[in-house]
């Protein structure tokens, strides 16, 4: 059964997504991204459309005054940039996935698709269950839930809970990246479109994120925002954000991709699993998507960090539940996770930039039950982990250490170089497509698809032969 | 817990999806050596007692069949309990803040 489904893979996927990638394909590894991007979706005017209709975005962005004091009390003179806030946890279900899921099941209403599926142990599943209900559609949500003692990860738990709260039907696997196979049998099944995470509809639905940061900044202070930072995981929130800052005319805007670091865990082990404090937003996802996009579950994954990225941080997993604490302490909001993995960088990033400029957190999530640091700290200490108050960014080990840190100043991020990810890049690209030798078209995409020149690639390719 | 399931009734079902032998290449070991599982709630379709197979309709309308687990199946996750680790934060930052502004 499982070789016949895998077997039949393209063909299931093609029917479910209704997309004929085989048309953007160039050569090798090239394909027309910017064409992929043009022809698949909807024009940005159709997407706000398709989004206020459904009321996805359009979200506050809150100045984060008290944070900004604390930093400014522990950076140098003049340091101290502004935080602001995107709260995106106003949209319908509580996180800037509406805007993925909403181009997503529009497409599927309009195409006389019955339902929707998506593979996903995040906020997205509660994001195409909410856009499903609007447009009365069925949806299934297929999560990787359990470890195989059956204990659920407390966040994904709540994320399944809210799934069935929209009525859609949740099927909770364990650990295995056969969570894909079972996808692909239940889209065979079924019939229904495939909201994968990777399309252009879900890339395309979050540049309206990245459009409304610049103006509302521009409105507000006559100018774009110098930095943006960026929940980093498998690509399209960095992706999105900044193609949207790019269409309003933010082109000198930084792009700051920020990760939790969880290096060391593997992704498909079982013991593993219940060992992250963190579900997305981390290195597990973070870094493998960034140097091989199209690993995802559609033939050319539309979400391509490198392209965008200027820079990219981690942070630890105790920073981030100091950050969300003090978010909910000091600015009065309680919000999830996810979205406090870019501003415990911000706090960090802060600290070097000017007072006069202007640093952009673009996104909060709703949070509660299974999400709150509370419920993760108390289910982390159950798994064996050691959870104490201390300088995180010595001490804090994947799986092992949860260093919260005890004051602000201790507050900072790792530098993940990016050219090291863009030499893991050529690497995998060498594995994929088996060779060593590529075309100057191919050459000339990766060194597009990496953000940098064409000798930049070839010398990368130098090294590596 | 009840043992008894009634048609219509609100529950959950298990089923093992691969054997481990059954399962994808290149798995790390922990993972490989164990099968995939699944659970799905879902409205019975007919009456049943825990432990025994059954079907089910779901949410989406799809009809699946497994062992019953659970009727009623209860959201087990909470807020957790109160960390010492992070009670001292919130009165930290406000003193800062409040003697900042004094």
New interface residues.
């Given amino acids: 059964?499982?070789e016949e489904i895998i077997k039949r893979k393209n063909e299931i996927i093609k029917k479910a997504v209704g997309i004929d990638y085989s048309k953007f394909e160039i050569e090798g590894i090239a394909f027309d991204y910017e064409r992929m991007m043009k022809e698949v979706s909807y024009t940005f005017d159709e997407i706000k459309k398709i989004q206020s209709e459904t009321q996805v975005g359009n979200t506050p962005l809150v100045e984060l005054k008290?944070l900004t004091?604390?930093v400014r009390?522990y950076s140098k003179k003049g340091k101290g940039a502004r935080i602001f806030l995107k709260d995106e946890s106003a949209n319908p279900s509580g996180s800037f996935k509406d805007r993925r899921a909403s181009v997503s099941v529009y497409h599927a209403k309009t195409h006389g698709y019955k339902?929707v599926i998506a593979a996903t142990s995040g906020n997205y599943g509660a994001a195409v269950a909410s856009q499903a209900a609007k447009y009365n559609l069925?949806?299934?949500i297929v999560q990787e839930?359990?470890d195989?003692k059956?204990i659920?990860q407390?966040e994904i738990?709540?994320k399944g809970?809210a799934c069935?709260a929209y009525?859609?039907?949740?099927?909770?696997?364990?650990?295995?990246?056969?969570l894909f196979?079972?996808t692909l049998k239940l889209l065979d099944?079924?019939g229904?479109f495939d909201a994968s995470l990777y399309t252009p509809f879900g890339i395309a639905g979050v540049e309206t994120l990245g459009y409304e940061v610049a103006m509302q900044v521009k409105e507000r202070f006559g100018k774009f925002p110098d930095a943006v930072v960026i929940t980093h995981a498998g690509g399209g929130n960095v992706t999105g954000t900044a193609r949207g800052l790019k269409m309003a005319g933010a082109v000198e805007t930084k792009v700051i991709g920020a990760s939790v670091d969880l290096r060391g865990l593997?992704m498909?082990?079982?013991?593993d699993f219940n060992r992250k404090s963190f579900t997305t937003g981390h290195t597990g996802f973070g870094i493998p998507f960034a140097a091989y996009p199209d690993r995802v579950d559609v033939p050319r994954n539309a979400a391509r960090s490198l392209r965008y990225l200027d820079r990219y941080v981690l942070v630890t997993q105790g920073e981030v539940?100091?950050t969300t604490?003090?978010l909910?302490?000091?600015e009065g909001m309680m919000r999830g996770p996810a979205g406090n993995t870019s501003l415990a960088a911000a706090i960090a990033i802060a600290k070097e930039m000017n007072e006069d400029e202007i640093l952009v957190v673009q996104e909060t999530e709703y949070t509660?039950?299974?999400k709150?640091?509370?419920?993760?700290?108390?289910?982390a200490k159950k798994m064996g982990i050691t959870?104490?108050?201390g300088d995180s960014l010595k001490e804090d080990v994947p799986g092992k250490v949860i260093a919260?840190p005890?004051?602000?100043d201790q507050i900072g991020v790792i530098e993940y170089p990016l050219e090291s990810l863009k030499r893991s890049y050529v690497k995998e690209a060498i594995k994929i497509y088996d060779k060593k030798d590529f075309s100057d078209t191919e050459i000339e995409f990766m060194a597009k698809d990496t953000k940098s020149t064409f000798e930049e690639v070839k010398e990368r390719l130098e090294v590596l032969k | 817990m009840i043992d008894v399931a009634k048609k219509g009734e609100w529950v959950k079902i298990h089923d093992v999806i691969l054997n481990p032998s059954d399962r994808a290449p290149s798995l790390p070991d922990d993972t490989k050596q164990v099968p995939l599982e699944m659970w799905v709630n879902g409205f019975l379709n007919h009456d049943a007692n825990i432990g025994e197979k059954v079907e089910i309709t779901t949410l989406s309308g799809r009809k699946v069949e497994g062992i019953l687990v659970e009727v009623n199946p209860r959201y087990t996750h909470d807020f957790g309990e109160p960390l010492p680790e992070l009670l001292k934060i919130g009165p930290t930052l406000k003193s800062i803040l409040e003697k900042r502004d004094a």
């Fill in positions: 059964m499982y008290n004091k604390l009390m339902g069925r949806a299934i839930t359990f195989s059956h659920g407390p738990l709540e809970r069935e009525g859609a039907e949740v099927v909770q696997l364990t650990v295995g990246p056969e196979y079972y099944e079924t229904f593997h498909a082990s079982d013991h539940f100091f604490e003090a909910a302490q000091v509660g039950a299974g709150l640091p509370s419920a993760q700290l108390t289910f959870v104490k108050n919260i005890e004051s602000i």
